[in-house]
């Protein structure tokens, strides 16, 4: 596994981020996002999942789609994978691929923790340089109404190997910053907090910033539907392809 970075934002929560993202349904966002590159991309040969988390996702997906490569930030976190995959730890606004890909996708809401609209260009000027002529880039996007609706269903405490944690979920709407605040007592009694920050970003900051970037949005759905999305959906799902493809 290469490492690029030594950042580690989820340091702490990856202790319990399987136990918390249980309930989640992989197989079922697997399956959507194979139907994306079927549509999309069905002669793609070479892939790419940008945050890439504990792999489970990849658990599915790499099964369809061949070598697949995955990338996180987060050492603790992509260090979970099965170690069958090729794995990179680096930060997706400097991606250290010279290779280009296929079908390039990313889940999760993972976008919403770039801060800031410079951030966001960066990070689609990284993907228009490694995209290949007829590639494909997916990803999901959580808008406001995502937030509003579901910030005290994320409010939680629990146990998980003799492990107390706490998450208090808040959202400010005048600053548009969902956080994620964290608590682990582990057993020996130390305390540990972790903070996590997504921007949520309006509806037509992708379009602008993405051509700017080079890159063209081609469809933009609601999540894990083909219906067309638009400002009032909560979360989002962007295809985008290169301005010259």
């Not at 730890?89 to 800031?116: E, G, Q, R, V």
């Amino acid at each position: 596994m290469m490492e690029r970075t030594r950042k580690d934002p989820y340091k702490i929560v990856s202790i319990i981020y399987n136990h918390i993202m249980k309930t989640i349904g992989y197989h079922e966002w697997g399956k959507f996002i194979t139907s994306l590159k079927e549509f999309y991309a069905p002669e793609a040969k070479t892939f790419l999942e940008i945050a890439a988390g504990s792999g489970k996702l990849s658990n599915y997906l790499g099964k369809v789609f061949p070598q697949i490569i995955l990338s996180d930030i987060s050492l603790s976190m992509i260090s979970q994978s099965d170690k069958s995959f090729n794995r990179v730890c680096a930060d997706m606004k400097l991606l250290p691929f010279k290779t280009k890909f296929d079908f390039i996708y990313s889940s999760f809401d993972s976008i919403n923790y770039l801060m800031n609209e410079t951030n966001l260009y960066d990070y689609f000027s990284e993907i228009n340089n490694i995209l290949s002529e007829n590639g494909i880039f997916t990803f999901d996007a959580a808008l406001e109404n995502n937030s509003i609706k579901n910030a005290r269903r994320l409010n939680r405490k629990g146990k998980f190997k003799n492990i107390l944690f706490a998450q208090n979920s808040v959202y400010d709407a005048d600053k548009k910053i969902h956080f994620n605040k964290f608590k682990l007592k582990l057993e020996n009694g130390e305390i540990f907090e972790e903070v996590h920050s997504q921007k949520i970003f309006d509806f037509n900051i992708y379009f602008e910033i993405s051509k700017r970037a080079g890159l063209s949005v081609i469809a933009c759905y609601d999540a894990f539907t083909f219906e067309d999305a638009n400002k009032d959906s909560e979360r989002i799902q962007f295809i985008m392809k290169r301005n010259n493809a």
